[in-house]
Structure formats: C-alpha cells, structure tokens
C-alpha cells in the first residue's frame, strides 16, 4: 500500500472513533478548523501552502479492497464499520485560506464541514499535509526577505524527513519565492525550474581539478557551474580563468562557480577579483554549505559578491522551528458549537473567518478574527474551494501562488519582515466569538450538573 | 511518477555528473561511504537505521520508460544518457552497520562499492533513507533511556514532515525501544503494535462527557483508554469510576486513561488516589501532550504515577535536532584512494572499518577507525550485506533488530546515556589511516603541480 495515498495511514484512534459514531448513529454535521496555536520563536508570520494536496487527498479518500481486507483480517474492527468503507467518500465543503497568503496564530486556514465520520477520518493527513507545507513556506519565505534580489536554491531533498518532505519542500519554497529546486522530480511532477552544478566527488575523481573542469564543461556545457573549494579555493578560481578561453573556443560559456565551504563572505571577495582580473566579470558566484537565513542575511548585509544561494538543510527541515503548534479541533457539532477547555489549549468555538485589514500604505494592519456569520470590515480571507465533495473550480497555477505570496510578503509591516521580528500581527478575537465561547461552557456546565 | 520509488527523485547535478562519466568512460569502481561528521548537540550517540529501505531501494533502482520519456523531452539529456538508462542497475557491493547499532562522528554506517554512476546516482536518496531513519532511532533511545520500563508510543504522524517521514518515524522508534505506534499503516506495513484511544473532539461531541465514554467503551471495548482532560481531568476521572461498575456488567474493563495536557506530574497523582479510592487501582494512566524526552524524564525522577507515555512531535521531527550533519563521500576511485580538503569538511579517504572496544563491564570503551585492511582489535561493525547487487541474505527481522538495539543501549557507558551527556566515545583514528591522508594529499599536490 503506498503511504501517499493509504487511508492507513492515519491514527488508530480515527478508526475506533469512527467505529464509534457508526454504532452510535452520530453522522451528523461536524465543522472542523486547523490553526497554528501559537507562533513559534522567530515567527512573526506564516505562510499558507499544501491546500492543493489536502484537497487531492480529500477528493481521493477511500479504502481500496487490499485496505479493507486487511482491516478484516485484524480482526479489531467490526462489519458495521467495514461494510461502510468500500462506499466511503469525502463528501464535505472545504474553506480555505488560499496558498501563499500569510497568516498568524488562532487563525483558521482550512475548515472542513462534513458528517462526523469523514471529518475526523481526515484529521491525520490533513494536518501532516497542511503543517509541513506551511512549515517550510514560512521558512523560506524568511529566506527570500533576507535576500532581496539574490537567486535562491532548494537544495535540500538529501537531508528533508524522506522522500514526500524532499518534493514538498521544493514546492513550499518555491510558492515563497525561492528561484527552483535542485530536485528533478519538481520539474517533473509540479514544473518548477531545477539547477544543477557538480559534486566534490567529481572533481576528486579526476586526476586534476583542471581535467574535472573541462570534462563536466565539454559534456554539460549549458548552464554551466564549477564547483571550485574541493582543495583550495583561490586556486581553483585561476584554473577557471585559465580554463575559459580554452571552453570559449568550444563555444562553451562558464556561467557560475560554486563556493561550499570556508569565509563565504572573504572568498567571494577574493573570488571575484580572480575572476575580475580574468577577464570573467559576468562569471556568476553561487554559495551553498550549510546556509540559513541569518547566514544568508549576513552575507547580504556585508555586500559580499555573492549573486545566489543554494540552501539545504535549514529550510528542508525548518531547522530552527521544525513544527508548528497546529491543530485540527472540532468547532461545532449537529449544529452546536463545541470547544476544548484542556488547560492551555482552549480553543474558540464556531464557523470563523478571518478579516483582514490594510494601512494607508497596502500594510497589514490587523486582522479580526470572528464567526462567518458576523461580517466585520476588511478583506475576508477564508474561500469555499469544495462544495459536497468536488472542487469548485480548476486549482491556481503555481505561478499564480506565486505571485499572490510576493504580494503577501510586500504587505508586511517592517516589525515582521525581520528575521528577528519585534512583533506579529494584531489578531481581535471579535465580541461574538467571545459571547459564543461563554454559552458553551454554560452549555456544557448545564449538561454535565443535570447528568449528575 | 512515485516519489518513493522514483529515479527522478534525486537532485539534478547527478544526472549531469552521470552524462559526464559516461562520455568520458569514467565508469570505473568507486567507494563512497556514508557516515556523519559531528554529533549534533546533546547527542553522546547515535542509532543506526534505515539499512532495509536503502537496500530496497538499490535493489529496485531504475528508470521506468515513463521517467526516461520524461527527461528525453526535458531536451537536456544527450542520447549517450537516455540509452544507458533503461538498463541501469545497481550492480554494486554493499557493506554496512546492521540497524539499531549505536555509532559515533566520522564513523561510516554504508560503504558502496560499485561503478561510479551507479554509485554517484544512488548518492541522494541513499542519504535521505539513512538520515532520517538514523536520525529518529538516535532520538528515540533518549525517551527509551529516560524512561526505563514505562510504554513508549508513536504519536508522531501528524506533525511528521510528510507520508514517508510519519511511518519511517514508527520504524525507527520501534527499532529503539518504542513498544509501537499510533500509526495503522506501520502495523500493515512492518507488524509493528498499534495503540489508539480517543480524541477531544469525540467527547465534544457528545451532550456529556460520561455519555461519550460509555458510546465509546461500548464500541471499542478492547484495551480501552479514555481521554479525560477535555473539560476537567479530576471530574472526569470521578466519572470514570461511576462509569466502571456499569461497564464492568456488560463485561468491559477500563485498561486506562490518558491525560494530554496541565500539569502532568500532580495531575497524574490526584488522577490515581481518585482511580485508587474508586476501585480502580488496575487502570493505568498514559499521558501526552507535547513531550519530549527532557519532560519525560523529569515525570520519572518525580516518581509519578505515569505507566506511559505517547510521543508525537519532539520523536517524528526529532525536533531538537531535526537534522545531523551526514554525507556520503567519496573515498576511492579506479584503485586510488581519494578526499576533499575543503576548509573545515576534510575528509578521511579509503574503505575503513570500524573497530570496537569492550571495557570488563561489556560496555563500550572506544573505538578505532581504520583502513578495513588493516585488521585492529576489537568487534569489527561493518559487514558485507549486498554482493553484485544481490542481498547475501534475508532481511533480519525488527524484533532481531530491536534486540541488537537493547543490547547496544545497555553497553552505553553512563556519560554517553545521560540526556545532557558529558562525553561521547572515542574514535581513534589509526597510523594507517593517517598515513593514506596524506600519501593523497602528496599525489593530488603534484598532480596539480605537474598540470601547472
């Protein structure tokens, strides 16, 4: 069974509940909402992305055949429940921020509004789909500010969390505005550009750089990127420019070099100057090696000659932050608001949305949180994307994403585009969200004293 | 295309390295190994794990005519490249640490023995598979050694980085001690146990929290644990002692209860003088809520009344460390032993062997890092296990693995168990080794020196 698509790949409690509500007859509507609880360290916003593959997952739901026979063959599961799963379907609404958009903490990014069994059946991948994507866009979003103008790689597919994380990641920070990945699969499965240069075995297994040079020129003359800091450097950057007229007279163009290791800032410098003096000015100087975006920031902020960064580990796994405090909590019930009142996770209750609100200058200037139903000023952000099931329209072109988290990203007031942000954005809990939570928990109140 | 199966799921530069290779016939034998250059912080250890997936995955290693049409339209791949490919195979000699063997820095858990482009192609992956599983394992037998004797579960899928990320944590985790997961898909895929109990929203659902217990216990009689912190975790562990009686006349036992939030350590002492008072002093208590191995472990030193403990987010992101500083390097080719210089990323060149010491105890006193040739004292860790392509065997099973696992857990010396250790173990590097490092230095100095 393919994990990709597996209904099994959910928590056991989503079955037994199921089981549950089945003998129970309690198929009713349930409203769903998934949230960030808090921002983490460093935040001062979070981009939206995955939508497009929580809608695909939705949409394609079902127990094949192998699924239910092996749900039989457990043994723990009774024919109530597996006589229904042959005909399972989602066939709910769907709310949703759109990708790319920015968002903070309590704010609703997806509600799901299906009968009980199919929503709670979703919870686990849709939360496993929706937090990564939403991880890493908001990483490398933090990249693409601190780099204004520079060309931004993905390199990270070798060290994400397995081989979903590797291609998602590629398409998380692409919506962010990264240039491409360095992922071949990404250009097939979703388009994005890949780049390419060479490893230091390759150049290791030649007798010279210079031979590893010139083979990799001769055979991969296109886009051409030498990787020059397997031995020294400063060495390696005179071979290129003693290499060049030589590729020239091939009609071979060295585009870039690649600095992956020692004072990024100092032999980028020195590296241009070799380069310069060669005669190679327009030689791009592409760096990599462990970067994050205070690395990054730093190189910016000293004018380093460096026009772009490949970028791996830090923003495949979200290294500082490597989750998000996200949850997918029941918010009403046949009809009833519900909430949680565990300590320290209260959630508020009800059908939300999230209204957002722009300074004279385009900025973000606060958002109000509140019941769908209580119409507040500003921009609405939640859009029904499913009705009943089925899509309401073609999804964005990834371009289109693209294009919408830019605009985001532009709106943001100075205080949270910082890698350091002095603040988040102000989110008002509305007056009827807040007298909606108080008649719940007299509701509960009363329900529980009178089953005493 | 799959991305967990597919060749294109690799990064760029290894298909244009290949291209290279090939039209310059550098197919000749080469080594590369895998191994991780420091411990990250906090780490005295670390867990071996992934093997099974990496061989799998070398075994089924090719290109689909799919793929193949796909990067014959890209146009950036010459002819030379596309025919190869429909009958590329990994043709290579594996050797490895078998999983659930502790190791430590510069130490290589994979060494791959095989024709450079089939080797260099299977670099990417290869990382992505043992780096995660690895990574996992490491931080999982910290939570088993915090915890000694108390039920560790997987609760990480939801917050996992991806499909993949959600069932290899099970794996990984069961492989150091976890008794099982909340993941379905790793009791279908690896035998692995299954733990599930219910989620707030059931009993938000429900008018009273004793009406969503009994419609629960009713239909999930088996092993049944009830949440009880949705509303008020003293009251409702009073309503679970109402409930036992009347459950206990339709012949169901309540096995537990689970607490996922507030203060953990007194509310789990209040929790059992109320179960203890009511009879129920045979219902264990299970607790979550945002763990990690540091919490765990201070539960434990209080002594409180926790029999275990579900593990979600700090486990399948190992969120500490989500990521340790691996490679996969090459170390010889066409007979010469090779290495990068690269300030501050050296590397260590040859086929190497780890050797290891025992002190009188049984436990670990040291290891050498040697040439695999040059024989040592001590338990040699690397052994052959895939020959021309061909596993040497059948796949150990996990309970093998586990049991190498415990056992390399109770050889840690102290100051590597402790969760702040104050040392890891030392790794002796040998003369021979020394020597072959700077034997390669000499030659690649007048290589280059000649080519001036």
Redesign the interface.
């Known amino acids: 069974?393919?994990?990709?698509t597996?209904p099994?790949?959910?928590?056991?409690?989503?079955?037994?509940?199921i089981?549950?509500?089945l003998?129970?007859g309690?198929t009713k509507t349930?409203v769903?909402e998934f949230f960030v609880r808090k921002l983490p360290p460093r935040r001062g916003f979070l981009m939206a992305a995955g939508l497009e593959q929580a809608l695909e997952f939705l949409e394609n739901m079902r127990f094949s055949s192998d699924a239910i026979d092996?749900l039989a063959r457990?043994g723990?599961f009774?024919k109530g429940l597996l006589d229904r799963l042959p005909s399972f379907r989602f066939t709910g609404d769907v709310h949703a921020l759109p990708e790319g958009r920015v968002f903070f903490a309590n704010e609703p990014i997806l509600r799901i509004t299906a009968p009980?069994p199919e929503a709670?059946l979703a919870?686990?991948?849709l939360?496993?789909?929706l937090?990564?994507q939403s991880?890493i866009a908001s990483k490398a979003a933090r990249m693409v500010l601190a780099a204004p103008g520079k060309l931004l790689v993905d390199?990270g597919?070798?060290?994400?969390?397995?081989?979903?994380?590797?291609?998602?990641a590629a398409r998380a920070s692409y919506i962010a505005g990264f240039a491409g990945t360095?992922?071949?699969?990404a250009?097939?499965?979703f388009g994005i550009p890949?780049?390419?240069?060479?490893?230091?075995?390759?150049?290791?297994?030649?007798?010279?750089?210079?031979?590893a040079f010139e083979?990799?020129a001769?055979?991969?003359p296109?886009n051409l990127t030498l990787l020059i800091?397997?031995?020294?450097?400063e060495?390696a950057a005179h071979k290129v420019v003693a290499l060049a007229p030589r590729l020239a007279e091939l009609g071979i163009k060295i585009r870039g070099v690649r600095l992956?290791?020692?004072?990024l800032i100092a032999l980028s410098r020195s590296v241009r100057r070799i380069l310069d003096n060669g005669g190679l000015s327009e030689v791009t100087i592409f760096a990599s090696?462990?970067l994050d975006e205070d690395q990054v920031s730093a190189i910016v902020q000293a004018s380093a000659p460096i026009d772009g960064f490949g970028i791996g580990?830090s923003l495949s796994?979200?290294?500082d932050v490597?989750?998000?405090?996200?949850v997918y909590?029941?918010q009403e019930?046949?009809g009833l608001a519900?909430?949680?009142?565990?300590?320290?996770?209260a959630t508020w209750p009800g059908r939300k949305q999230i209204w957002r609100r722009y300074d004279s200058n385009g900025l973000i200037d606060g958002d109000v949180l509140s019941l769908a139903s209580d119409t507040q000023a500003g921009e609405p952000m939640l859009e029904l994307v499913m009705k009943a099931g089925r899509r309401l329209g073609p999804p964005p072109t990834l371009a289109e994403i693209r294009a919408r988290a830019a605009q985001d990203l532009k709106r943001l007031p100075q205080a949270l585009r910082d890698l350091n942000p002095g603040a988040t954005c102000r989110v008002d809990i509305a007056d009827a969200l807040v007298r909606l939570a108080a008649e719940v928990d007299r509701r509960?109140a009363q329900?529980?004293s009178a089953?005493l």
Request: one cysteine or more.
């Open positions: 069974m393919d994990p990709l597996s099994l790949l959910t928590d056991l409690y989503q079955l037994n509940m089981q549950a509500y003998d129970h309690e349930a769903f092996w457990t723990q009774d009980m709670q919870e686990t991948r939360i496993n789909i937090h990564f991880l390199f597919l070798r060290r994400a969390h397995g081989a979903e994380a590797g291609l998602m360095a992922t071949i699969l250009k097939e499965k890949v780049f390419g240069t060479m490893a230091h075995s390759f150049v290791e297994a030649y007798d010279t750089e210079s031979a083979c990799f001769r055979s991969r296109d800091d397997t031995y020294d450097t060495a992956d290791s020692g004072d090696g462990g580990t796994t979200s290294s490597p989750a998000l405090d996200c909590k029941l019930y046949a519900r909430r949680k009142r565990s300590t320290g996770k509960i329900r529980e089953a």
